[in-house]
């Protein structure tokens, strides 16, 4: 089945600074990756996601970047704000495994102010 | 209804005992997955239901979880004898549509806290 990968685990930025969160998977067939932002104690929330027909998709602050040939998919928060601080996964879905979104790890952000 | 719902919010039971989870899709949509996440860690997923079809069971951990969904609605997620290391969050997610018909965006519930004593 697909295996997902996310890096870092944790990441801390100065506020205004970028973050990147990156994310590899192995089925060449996964079709769909979605983001998700899970604040403490919340509901995970879809922030963006990016289909295999296209490279990179972007929405204000966030932007998804995915590379099928090297099979990695990459979250993009700029100018980040406190109010980035929470925990990000990413996901793929292949019809190779129908109905399973696979999940990454997560990555807790912290944006310092 | 606004969002997908989950009941209860906390539960508390004792270890050996059986506890029935409850969640409540977004309206019209067809798809419901249900996810366990433990402390700090990611999402596990659980089974999959899509309309009136056979669920997606893959995901079931052991033999003591099950999951009926009833006339393509709400579904109830149940433990047997619940074991500690049963304790996390088990959230559901809906989506207009599941699978690799194009991906739909899935909505979450708040979750349902699971404390095995």
């Known amino acids: 089945g697909e295996n997902v990968e996310q890096h870092p685990s944790t990441l801390s930025v100065q506020e205004g600074d970028s973050a990147v969160i990156k994310c590899t998977y192995s089925d060449s067939a996964s079709n769909y990756f979605p983001w998700y932002k899970q604040e403490l104690g919340k509901r995970p929330q879809l922030i963006i996601d990016?289909?295999?027909?296209?490279g990179e998709k972007k929405d204000q602050r966030i932007a998804v970047t995915l590379n099928k040939t090297a099979k990695h998919f990459s979250l993009h928060i700029t100018e980040t704000q406190p109010e980035d601080s929470a925990v990000y996964f990413c996901a793929a879905l292949s019809p190779n495994t129908g109905n399973q979104f696979y999940f990454g790890t997560g990555t807790s952000l912290t944006v310092i102010p | 209804g606004a969002g997908v719902s989950q009941s209860p919010s906390n539960k508390v039971t004792e270890k050996g005992k059986d506890v029935e989870l409850r969640c409540d899709p977004i309206?019209?949509?067809?798809?419901l997955y249900w996810y366990r996440q433990s402390l700090g860690q990611g999402l596990e997923f659980l089974i999959y239901f899509q309309g009136n079809s056979a669920p997606d069971k893959s995901g079931l951990p052991s033999d003591r979880f099950s999951a009926e969904r009833t006339g393509g609605s709400v579904s109830t997620l149940t433990i047997q004898r619940t074991q500690q290391e049963d304790s996390a969050v088990y959230l559901c997610?809906?989506?207009?549509?599941?699978?690799?018909?194009?991906?739909?965006?899935?909505?979450f519930g708040p979750g349902t806290r699971l404390l095995v004593l």
């Open positions: 990016i289909r295999s027909n296209v």
């Open positions: 309206s019209g949509h067809t798809a």
């Open positions: 997610a809906s989506s207009l549509r599941g699978g690799t018909s194009g991906g739909g965006t899935q909505y």
